[in-house]
């Protein structure tokens, strides 16, 4: 909904942060505490992977935002290209996405499926 009642509006940087949180976020961290409660890992490491999580999905929606450039700002949408610029866009993907996978030596297990999971999402 924040999407949609945010359009032709200008909108600040962290009520896009939280809409992309709400929105894309939120789907990341429902599959990667699923994973969590079925490998049944502790406290501690659920809430590293929710993390990891959010970061994905943030990076994630950034880059879309940066594949849908031209539609959306022929369609007026506040995104992370209209906000922050291409450039900036960009390194802010590839911040988020170092953050996360350095969130994952964090773990103590095998983190190589989500490692090649991030590096091909992002």
Known sequence: MLDIENENKKISLSD?????????????????????????????????????????????????????????????????????GFDASKKAISNIKNSALNDLEKLSCDVSILKNLIEKII
Do not use: P
């Open 16 to 84: 896009l942060k939280k809409m992309h949180q709400l929105k894309t976020s939120s789907l990341f961290q429902a599959a990667f505490e699923m994973g969590a409660v079925i490998a049944e890992v502790s406290d501690t490491e659920f809430k590293i992977l929710s993390e990891i999580a959010e970061k994905v999905g943030l990076a994630y929606q950034i880059k879309n935002d940066l594949d849908e450039m031209q539609s959306d700002e022929k369609n007026n949408k506040s995104t992370a290209v209209t906000i922050l």
